[in-house]
């Protein structure tokens, strides 16, 4: 700034301040936006660095649409052609039908075209079979080159990483402004106070971030489908709005206070490049070896449950068990006197059986993932973003929760569908009868896999502790500006 | 001149606690990274040596079979008259039971730097389990993942090639945006270095030496004792790690005084080189990624199934289909006439399974096939222009040096369905030569043996381009910087 310049500059703080020394706290605030906004619209970075955040987000949220498109138009027809097949597949028994069984696929996110989560990471393809509950795979993921985990192509993670740094270092050069020019004191001599003209360069580095990333977002607006879908883009919005206000409020805050410090910048860099790309990954590691979890531990357990129950195509202990039990209820002596199919029952015994024991494993490796969550939370505390990015994945429903419930609903749908074709053979045929098989008609019967869609506010709590840890680093950002204002205000400089 | 400059720059670090601060924080993610990464690999291999026990017992197991149908002690169970009723003993000299039984395990070894860095190795399953069943059932089902909670898993692995991608750098821009900057703005030191003899040039040089060879030094010995716990520290993959790491840092060191050289002052060197961070690293990677990949590059995988449903369903709809199937089977896979064949080769219950199973295989393969030209276009692409941004260029490099690339997971993908192809046919050679599996065909059965692809200059190309770039940048910064009077 040349000394002309800094004149001028001066002189505007100074009218500010003298016109409307007299005037109320808002005016006064009013003014120093005023102010401040024009500076930063003068400083050809900012703007020329808001602009190429506003056309990276743009280009995120076009080619965002445009993955997701193109993935849920191939799950989509792959789903159909599947049911067509199994409602057109030839007459066949009933237990072979089952082990033939039927693929489903995992519904669209609400939000996935701009926050698609964890999903591209997880499985989107179950395959339904009798006796067992297969895992899904075909992780989108897993065709590409893994990209940039780190920085996120996505419109949600790229807003809320690239966006906030950038509101962070805007806010520290914006905050740190004066020190670096050696104005304070003249700042000070003029009798300005600090409070309101710090909050008005944590607004209007928020707002600057903010204008950047509207287009987008309206964009992304018109996109929205459904209620829920609005309800949750809404609560997105704000979430963002949220973050990258505090991250401008933490940089102005350090600017101020470190404005003048040799690594001051890079201080707050460095911190924000730890606790926002490096440590939550030490502590997913940390979280994984204090609790360890592996699906092939769940399987050896699940393993040596189901040799404890029925085996609808084994020779166990069980089986014999079953079999008295079945003769006692119908009181017959041979299973070839019973009027029903008795291998079709020892098959749903067998899925019953297994059923329980996936039912209560599953539940406990649940259990263990979750403390594995809590431990993961810890990297909130290193900043807010890693709070946000958490947010944002259970907003736009694209969350770990997600993909359990799709879990959870391809298990309900296999059960019921192998319950409803045992039944089937077990009442219409014989024991023994393999070569049996229904009407023609009959597998048209079944209706295809349509799991129940969980609103946002069905899942309230998942959301509740990221929300909290947010408002937690607001009230940081907060208190961090008051004690700003009053070193400036009080402090020798 | 430039040693005595480097001497009192190393002097001013060692005065500074924030230098120390640094330096112990590199250290300390540097050796998590190590630890995170060689706990991957440990899993790897772990979950690739529980199958191989898995498959040893079900083995010892099949031979324990075939040894007490040798010395009498047991009958194979005949399978036409098995009701469920007591124990099943399978005959594993029948073909027809042996595609059921004999397993093989196909297996990716885990790459040579494994470890260092972790690539898509967490996405992709890293064996199979082998039968002569259809390969879309072992496909399909997948295999046990060795990181089950999707928050870790989307988050990526903190690995020693993510330190130095985007550790290092972040660490370079910290001593490196205001190297000469700050200097000229506060005159701290410019006049008293022009006064002994120093050109700002060569200040310039000896911040960028001293500084570089900091960074560069952790990220070498990270690398060293990462190498020496794989052993393989004497490899031409450590080689060329250790290069890769090199020239990548020197490239960040170059780009960093090059804005230093711009002479923007400290505010607007921090935020340059800040927001080039942020773009090379954040951005660029994955909107290149993007840009480039083909469309339908899941289409193929996600629609197999419904079309091997469809040609199931089609070859099984009557016993016309039923007869046609077969005939089409015997002629352009089995090539076979079975009315000049064996009457014990036209066993039809079996070839009745076995004709849909070789239907289903091809049509899966194919579908898996075309999935795969689809990826490796997409490679092709990224081979082609991947140096839009040097970053992702550079990881992909690293990448495939460590053995860790989706080319080779891709091969290895072609390589087992190829072994399954040949299993399944030494199945039906069996069955149409009338032959029974022996205890020595069981144990001299064909084993998978895993093939490392070729990576070409690829990985080399790229790691030249990016010594070319840092030596461009180091002559634009140095050319540049205004020159101070002797």
Redesign the interface.
Same mark, same amino acid.
């Given at each position: 700034m040349s000394p002309k310049n800094k004149l001028d500059y001066m002189s505007k703080h100074s009218k500010a301040n003298s016109d409307l020394a007299a005037s109320n706290a808002t005016a006064r605030f009013s003014s120093y936006f005023s102010l401040e906004w024009k500076l930063v619209l003068k400083d050809r970075g900012a703007i020329l660095t808001a602009f190429s955040l506003a056309v990276v987000l743009l280009v995120a949220f076009w080619s965002g649409k445009r993955a997701d498109q193109s993935e849920t138009e191939a799950l989509h027809s792959a789903a159909e052609r599947v049911q067509a097949e199994w409602e057109s597949q030839p007459p066949r028994n009933p237990h072979m039908a089952a082990h033939y069984g039927i693929l489903v696929y995992r519904p669209r996110a609400p939000l996935q075209a701009i926050e698609p989560g964890v999903l591209p990471y997880q499985g989107a393809v179950t395959f339904l079979e009798a006796h067992r509950r297969n895992a899904p795979v075909l992780s989108p993921a897993s065709v590409r080159v893994a990209e940039s985990r780190y920085g996120g192509t996505r419109f949600s993670p790229m807003l809320q990483v690239t966006a906030g740094f950038l509101a962070l270092v805007l806010g520290y050069l914006i905050g740190a402004r004066e020190a670096q020019r050696a104005m304070l004191l003249l700042l000070r001599g003029l009798g300005i106070k600090g409070g309101l003209r710090i909050a008005a360069k944590a607004l209007v580095t928020g707002t600057l971030v903010l204008l950047a990333a509207a287009p987008a977002l309206l964009l992304a607006a018109f996109q929205v489908d459904s209620e829920d879908g609005a309800v949750r883009f809404l609560a997105l919005t704000a979430g963002s709005f949220i973050h990258l206000f505090i991250l401008a409020g933490l940089g102005v805050a350090a600017g101020t206070w470190l404005g003048t410090a040799r690594f001051g910048l890079a201080t707050v860099a460095f911190a924000w490049g730890m606790g926002v790309l490096i440590l939550p990954r030490i502590i997913d590691v940390a979280a994984e070896q204090i609790i360890p979890l592996t699906q092939r531990e769940i399987n050896e357990v699940i393993a040596a449950d189901f040799a404890e129950g029925p085996d609808g195509h084994g020779n166990t202990e069980a089986n014999k068990v079953f079999e008295q039990e079945i003769l006692k209820q119908y009181g017959v002596e041979r299973k070839e006197d019973l009027p029903v199919n008795f291998d079709a029952l020892l098959m749903q015994a067998d899925e019953e059986h297994r059923g329980k024991v996936y039912d209560l494993r599953l539940a406990e490796a649940d259990a263990r993932r979750k403390r594995q969550d809590r431990i993961r939370r810890i990297s909130w505390i290193f900043g807010p973003t890693p709070a946000m990015l958490d947010l944002s994945v259970r907003i736009a429903g694209a969350d770990a929760g997600t993909q359990r419930r799709f879990d959870q609903a391809a298990e309900t749908f296999r059960r019921d569908l192998v319950s409803r074709l045992n039944n089937h053979m077990a009442t219409n045929s014989r024991t023994g009868d393999w070569e049996w098989t229904p009407d023609d008609e009959y597998y048209a019967s079944f209706t295809a896999f349509n799991p129940p869609q969980h609103k946002l506010t069905d899942n309230l709590n998942d959301v509740l502790p990221a929300t909290i840890a947010l408002g937690l680093w607001g009230l940081l950002m907060l208190g961090s500006l008051v004690i700003v204002a009053k070193r400036f205000n009080h402090n020798p400089l | 001149m430039i040693r005595s400059l480097i001497r009192l720059d190393m002097a001013l670090l060692n005065r +500074?606690r924030?230098f120390w601060l &640094?330096l112990l &924080?590199l250290a300390v +993610?540097a050796a998590?990274a190590l630890?995170?990464g060689l !706990?991957w690999r440990n899993?790897y291999v772990g979950?690739a040596q529980?199958a191989r026990v898995q498959v040893a017992e079900d083995r010892a197991l099949l031979a324990k079979v075939y040894d007490d149908l040798e010395a009498g002690i047991r009958t194979p169970t005949d399978d036409e008259s098995y009701? =469920?009723?007591? %124990? #099943?003993i399978p005959d594993p000299r029948d073909p027809y039971v042996a595609g059921y039984y004999h397993t093989q395990l196909a297996e990716l070894p885990a790459g040579s730097l494994l470890g260092l860095a972790t690539? +898509?190795t967490e /996405?992709?399953t890293a064996y199979h389990l082998i039968k002569s069943v259809p390969i879309a059932n072992l *496909?399909?089902? =997948?295999e $046990?993942?060795?990181?089950?909670? $999707?928050?870790?898993?989307?988050?990526?692995?903190?690995d020693l090639l993510?330190?130095i991608i #985007?550790?290092c750098p972040?660490?370079l *821009?910290? /001593?490196l945006?205001?190297a000469v900057a700050?200097e000229l703005e506060r005159n701290e030191q410019a006049t008293l270095l022009a006064g002994l003899g120093a050109t700002q040039r060569e200040l310039l040089l000896a911040r960028g030496i001293t500084r570089g060879s900091v960074i560069l030094s952790i990220a070498l010995a990270a690398s060293v004792i990462g190498l020496a716990i794989l052993g393989q520290l004497l490899s031409m993959a450590a080689l060329a790690w250790l290069l890769g790491v090199t020239l990548y840092l020197l490239f960040w060191t170059t780009l960093l005084l090059g804005v230093a050289s711009l002479r923007f002052g400290?505010?607007?060197s921090?935020?340059i080189s800040?927001?080039l961070?942020?773009?090379l690293? /954040?951005?660029s990677?994955? &909107?290149t %990624?993007?840009?480039l990949?083909p $469309?339908?590059? &899941? %289409?193929p995988?996600?629609?197999a199934?419904?079309e091997v449903?469809?040609i199931v369903?089609e070859a +099984?709809? !009557?016993e016309d289909a039923r007869q046609a199937a077969k005939a089409k089977v015997a002629r352009d896979y089995w090539r076979i006439d079975f009315a000049k064949a064996p009457a014990c080769a036209n066993r039809e219950g079996v070839l009745r399974e076995y004709v849909l199973r070789r239907l289903s295989d091809e049509t899966y393969a194919k579908a898996m096939r075309t999935?795969r030209l689809r990826?490796a276009l #997409? !490679?092709q692409r990224?081979n082609r222009w991947g140096w839009l941004s040097p970053v /992702?260029g550079f990881s992909?490099a690293m990448?495939m040096f460590a053995g860790v690339e $989706?080319a080779r997971q891709r091969a290895f993908e072609e390589q087992v369905f190829s072994f399954h192809a040949q299993w399944r046919n030494r199945v039906t050679d069996a069955l149409f030569t009338c032959h029974r599996f022996t205890r020595n065909d069981f144990e001299n059965a064909p084993q998978f043996q895993w093939r490392e692809p070729k990576n070409g200059f690829v990985p080399w190309l790229t790691i030249l381009f990016v010594a070319i770039l840092a030596l461009l940048l180091g002559r634009f910064a140095l050319r540049l910087y205004p020159l101070y009077k002797k």
């Open positions: - | +500074s924030a &640094l &924080l +993610s998590f630890v995170s !706990d899993r979950a529980a009701d =469920g009723d007591g %124990e #099943y690539g +898509s /996405l992709r *496909v399909r089902i =997948g $046990p993942a060795e990181r089950v909670n $999707p928050g870790a898993l989307a988050a990526g692995r903190f993510a330190f #985007y550790l972040l660490a *821009v910290i /001593l945006f205001d700050r400290v505010v607007g921090a935020a800040v927001a961070w942020v773009i690293l /954040l951005v990677p994955g &909107l %990624e993007r840009g990949r $469309p339908g590059l &899941l %289409e995988r996600v629609l199934d419904a449903r469809r369903r +099984s709809a !009557d999935g990826e #997409y !490679d990224l /992702l992909r990448e $989706p």
